[in-house]
């Protein structure tokens, strides 16, 4: 009576239904395995070199990579890479806090078995953009073998990452992409390669964030103008590999590569709008993105640009408290006062429950004018629009206590 | 009054002596010390100094000298002997000889975390050396997290993290892998049963992601005291550890006295609530303002055992007076925790989340209330009142359930008999293979490389057919899916499925309230169904079985429900047998299938039936471990209905008997009978682990069954019912000599013992 491990393994599993489904069952493995095998790695090694891929010797053994070249002339969406020649990188390089040319760009994207950093997260496919000549290349670099990872990785140290200088172009890279190139290095026991981070989630949000419902690459492409036609949605890329894996025709993998060369070019492209937002050359109508322009030089000390920035987001036909209210404070901090006060004025008598203007208002009465009646009026009116007894109205309690005495000293001076 | 001239007062009063029946005392001991190790680092010698500390117990000095001669070592010395520092101090001593050494250690839960986590920094600020200990769970903000995988010396943490946060992103916790020194288990006597199978294969996990890190930690355990901590320890890290359990620190006198409530109806053999009997005879040690806890069984114990107290004492008492159970907020319990601690609060009732390592000083007294279902667990109770110097009392009230009066008769159990034994059973299948998978999502698996067990190629193979792995053409198996295989797994049940019970009464805030497996769910939440939980009723409304969700709604009702199941059990697997004279034992693998059929309403107090409906839910199957015994028919001369009932008495008995051998609790274990058994043709009793794959219970079962059924034997001919009563031979059944026939089969098992086994 007694079972097999693998049968009471079974029966045992059926009875919890912890899989999903039937385990499926490969064919028994033929009799002259050796020779089996052999001929299917040959037989695969046949399908790769047939489909362009090259076969790359590195120390770790080999690997597989397919080179696409686009003349620079090609337009993704609205724009031909060759837009990337005409831009000022300095704000780029700025962001980047690195050293930025045409030639150390790497535009950085991966395909993984599953989401999530865990260990057990395999990129399967790295793929990285790069300018050489008068082409934009995309290097895609296939594990088409669990066994062939190493090499990929050594690959891509020896070759576009290898760069000291280079700027790895992301979206989303920061939090994803690169730490998992990273967790994929320690898992081989090769050290950590560390290149400076061009992120472009981080600026697309703070220009976009209100345009579309979430920032994605695809969405922020698609206001580029950028179709998609046939794309394979990212999330059966994992399913893909598995069948590949499993024995698939490379066929199968088609869609992801085309897929994720898409998302190479697109990163191009987003790079292009931002770039070109940041140099000015981009002109925006709506407030946020303007905003978002302003906050940069304004961080980088750029005040002319960053003061051109501002009056366009607070003209704007969208502009709204946050636009104004920055705007002034960066008119306060520049010296320009009488600007800074009829702009508080106006906030005032718009948004009648802030009591941020009138404090401002009463600050600058109090300190710069010495006018202490209209700053005495300003604080008052500043406390009607706070909580009682908050932390707020304390401060203003304060101001005023502090305004009064000055207001007695004031009298007492002149009646003396 | 002092608690001598209480105790004094108690010996000599003869009512409570009648009932007392055991008083035992423990002398008071000297401590034993040693020298501080010479070799220990200046600075940690010097925060000893600070804390005036110039010499140890010599339980930590032993440990010290194992750890020093590299061993993995296991300290199961009692409360309040000083473990903690057999461990910070190896620790702390490495950290300042070599800052890049990392230890980790773990607790079952946050709550004794934190705890710890307050003595260590203690410690740490009295060193010259900078010293990072960070605790890791569940709570930490996300921001703290980088900082703490790279600088942490010490990492805090919890079984369930390390399971499904800290060893599946291993890579980022590079720094901490390949520098650890020690691992650090407290309270190891927790990691038993199901949850100790799962912690095991944790660990081997762990041992495996340092093995690549090229670092190997040594193992400290520390123990409440059990039967077997070596054995437990040596399970849980798959290293033979070194066990330190002579404790050298100097112990007060001790008295333990196991109380048994008076008779107040003779002639029904009613004995005084246990409550009403401890509220009694804790008013008396507050009263003389003795520093007393309480244990009971239930939350709401908790709050009618402390307003009956508080309601006792002089009005300047009643505010030191506090009950404590989970389900209080985290504020309110650190601050009762201080409060024991510092002798503000006087009395506090609890359930056993007071049991575990919570600091809270020592008191006087500790009554426990009813047994907690473990020997261990009652030790561990009692030594909450214990100090270094003077005396304290440990009491134990019984109350009227068939298994307490068993202890009162045998209170040698109690009082010196070893405490039992922690079981695991990490090599249970499914659990295994669980792990497996989270191992493979790890780090890929060499196809000769071993998981604990032999069959672990022929596993891995199993994994890579069902498309789970992949053997890539290195030849190693690798992670295919695209999830996270941790996240299906919870270390606290063996069944992946649990079907969690939530509270709708509320319907705009639904609540948990609880969880419970399927197996169990089909009699106990199907719709219509009584739902009982914490002494409050709910009725289910809904139970969706395919997404694993029962929804309940609180009633106010007088009357529970019981549902009958039709069982068909399939022997599977006959391992072994063991032949006796008129019953032969059986031990195995069984396949269980289950239909609940009807259920009936009964009224509580009167156990009336009030109706009944029908259950409309599918079969259900358990593959699972199980011990049988066959009956011959001519034992009973009686008709098939009343071999039924002394089947069904006999199973209730022995699941009692089991748990108490075996340490588990009674719902670790299902019975089944059969009349006429389909395989044997005669009478059979099936008791079976209730876990999917077994977890080894009934396997020691049927290998203890001497002990275990002699037991059994005393539990049902001490039982002071005539008939039998539902506290020894269970509920539901109406047979005149029931108790006489099961008595005979119990017998009947013995009496067969010095037969060869086959």
């Known amino acids: ?416 | 009054m002092v608690l001598e001239q209480l105790l004094e007062e108690w010996r000599r009063d003869e009512a409570f002596a009648t009932q007392v029946a055991a008083w035992h005392v423990a002398p008071a001991r000297l401590g034993r010390f040693r020298e501080i190790p010479k070799e220990l680092h200046e600075d940690v010698k010097q925060a000893l100094l600070t804390r005036g500390i110039d010499r140890l117990y010599s339980h930590q000095a032993e440990c010290w000298d194992a750890l020093a001669v590299g061993r993995d070592i296991v300290v199961a010395t009692p409360t309040a002997s000083g473990k903690t520092l057999c461990y910070n101090l190896p620790v702390l001593d490495q950290i300042c000889r070599d800052p890049s050494a990392r230890a980790l250690y773990i607790f079952p839960t946050k709550a004794l975390a934190q705890d710890q986590v307050a003595e260590l920094n203690d410690w740490i600020g009295r060193l010259q050396t900078q010293v990072q200990s960070f605790t890791y769970d569940g709570d930490t903000p996300v921001h703290a997290r980088q900082r703490i995988r790279e600088a942490g010396h010490i990492v805090v943490t919890n079984p369930d993290m390390l399971h499904a946060a800290i060893l599946p992103h291993h890579t980022k916790w590079l720094r901490l892998f390949e520098n650890l020194r020690y691992v650090v288990i407290d309270e190891a006597h927790i990691y038993r049963g199901v949850f100790g199978s799962h912690v095991a294969n944790v660990l081997r996990r762990l041992q495996r992601i340092c093995a690549f890190y090229g670092s190997q930690p040594q193992f400290i355990f520390s123990s409440a005291t059990i039967a077997n901590p070596g054995e437990l320890t040596t399970r849980l890290c798959g290293r033979e550890t070194t066990v330190i359990d002579e404790s050298g620190s100097p112990e007060g006198e001790r008295h333990t006295i196991v109380y048994n409530p008076p008779i107040v109806h003779p002639q029904l053999g009613l004995r005084a609530s246990s409550l009403q009997t401890a509220r009694r005879l804790a008013r008396r040690l507050l009263d003389a303002e003795i520093s007393t806890i309480a244990f009971v069984k239930t939350r709401t114990q908790v709050e009618v055992l402390s307003s009956y107290l508080k309601a006792d004492a002089r009005e300047r008492l009643r505010s030191r007076i506090v009950g404590y159970r989970g389900g209080y907020l985290p504020n309110e319990r650190r601050a009762i925790e201080r409060g024991l601690r510092n002798g503000d609060i006087l009395g506090v009732v609890s359930t056993n989340a007071l049991e575990l390592g919570v600091d809270i000083g020592s008191l006087q007294a500790a009554i426990t209330v009813g047994y907690p279902g473990s020997i261990a667990s009652i030790r561990q109770q009692s030594g909450r009142a214990g100090r270094r110097k003077g005396v304290s009392l440990a009491l134990f009230v019984a109350n009227a359930s068939a298994l307490d009066q068993y202890l009162v008769r045998h209170p040698g159990a109690l009082l010196e008999g070893s405490p039992e034994a922690a079981r695991i059973y990490p090599d249970n299948l499914l659990i295994l293979m669980d792990h497996l998978k989270c191992s493979a999502y790890e780090l890929p698996f060499a196809v000769h490389e071993s998981f604990a067990v032999e069959t672990t190629a022929e596993l891995l193979e199993y994994l890579a057919d069902a498309r789970v792995l992949h053997k890539g053409g290195d030849n190693r198996y690798h992670w295919m899916a695209d999830a996270l295989p941790s996240h299906g797994v919870s270390l606290r049940s063996a069944a992946q499925e649990n079907v969690v019970i939530i509270d709708e009464t509320d319907a705009a805030r639904p609540i948990v309230i609880g969880e419970t497996d399927r197996f169990s769910a089909l009699t106990t939440l199907h719709e219509e169904a009584i739902y009982l939980h914490q002494g409050k009723s709910y009725q289910v409304e809904k139970l969706d079985l395919d997404n694993g969700k029962a929804y309940v709604r609180a009633v106010d009702c007088d009357y529970y429900t019981d549902a009958e199941l039709a069982v068909r059990l399939q022997v599977l697997d006959e391992l072994q047998h063991a032949q006796g004279v008129g019953v032969i034992h059986r031990t195995g693998e069984v396949a269980v299938n289950a239909t609940p059929t009807l259920f009936k309403k009964i009224k509580f107090d009167t156990h009336e039936n009030l109706g009944w409906g029908r259950i409309y839910l599918p079969e259900a199957e358990l593959h699972t471990a199980g011990y049988w015994c066959t009956f011959e028919e001519r034992l009973l001369k009686v008709g098939p209905d009343a071999w039924e009932s002394a089947l069904k008495g006999f199973g209730h008995l022995l699941k009692h008997a089991v748990a108490l051998h075996c340490m588990c609790s009674v719902s670790d274990l299902h019975a089944a009978v059969q009349v006429r058994d389909p395989l044997y043709t005669q009478p059979t009793v099936y008791v079976y682990d209730a876990y999917p794959g077994g977890i080894g219970i009934c396997e020691r079962a049927f290998r203890d069954r001497d002990l275990i059924l002699q037991s059994a034997l005393d539990m049902v001919r001490g039982c002071a019912c005539e008939w039998g009563c539902p506290g020894c031979v269970g509920p539901g059944n109406e047979e005149e000599q029931l108790k006489q026939m099961v008595e005979k089969l119990v017998a009947r098992c013995l009496d067969g013992r010095q037969l060869q086994e086959v």
Request: aromatic letters at 10%; one cysteine or more.
């Open chain 1, 1 to 416: 009576m007694a079972r097999s491990l693998l049968d009471k393994l079974r029966a045992l599993e059926q009875s919890v239904r912890t899989v999903a489904s039937e385990p499926v069952m490969v064919d028994e493995p033929s009799e002259s395995v050796d020779t089996g095998q052999i001929g299917a790695i040959a037989a695969r090694d046949e399908e790769l070199l047939q489909a362009g891929f090259r076969r790359m010797e590195t120390d770790c053994g080999h690997c597989w990579c397919r080179t696409t070249s686009f003349d620079v002339c090609t337009k993704h969406g609205e724009r031909p890479f060759f837009d990337v020649l005409n831009l000022d990188l300095a704000p780029i390089a700025k962001l980047a806090k690195a050293p930025v040319s045409m030639a150390n760009l790497r535009f950085y994207d991966t395909e993984t078995n599953g989401l999530g950093l865990g260990s057990g997260t395999l990129p399967f496919l790295h793929s990285v953009g790069y300018f050489v000549d008068d082409d934009f290349c995309v290097d895609q670099y296939f594990v088409d073998d669990y066994g062939n990872e190493a090499a990929v990785l050594a690959a891509l140290q020896a070759g576009p990452l290898g760069d000291q200088d280079a700027v790895v172009v992301t979206f989303n890279g920061k939090s994803f992409d690169w730490p998992l190139l990273q967790n994929r290095r320690i898992l081989h026991q090769m050290p950590r390669i560390d290149r400076p981070q061009l992120d472009l989630l981080h600026p697309s949000r703070r220009l976009w964030k209100g345009v579309l419902d979430r920032v994605s690459l695809a969405e922020v492409e698609s206001l580029l103008g950028v179709e998609r036609i046939d794309d394979l949605p990212g999330r059966e890329a994992p399913a893909r590999y598995f069948e590949f894996v499993g024995g698939a025709s490379f066929f199968v993998m088609e869609d992801v590569f085309r897929h994720n060369l898409h998302d190479v070019c697109s990163l191009v492209s987003v790079f292009i709008a931002i770039a070109e937002a940041l140099s000015g050359h981009a002109v925006y109508v709506s407030a946020r993105p303007n905003l978002a322009i302003a906050t940069w030089f304004d961080a980088w000390h750029d005040w002319e640009a960053a003061d051109e920035a501002y009056r366009r987001a607070a003209a704007a036909d969208d502009a709204d408290w946050r636009a104004f209210w920055l705007f002034s404070l960066f008119l306060k901090r520049r010296g320009l006062w009488e600007e800074a006060v009829r702009l508080w004025q106006e906030m005032e008598a718009t948004y009648v429950t802030q009591p941020e203007p009138l404090i401002e208002l009463a600050k600058y009465y109090e300190h710069r004018t010495a006018d202490l009646h209209a700053a005495k009026q300003a604080t008052l009116l500043a406390l009607a629009r706070v909580r009682p007894a908050s932390g707020e109205a304390a401060a203003m309690a304060h101001r005023l206590d502090r305004i009064e005495r000055k207001l007695a000293r004031q009298i007492h001076i002149d009646l003396a």
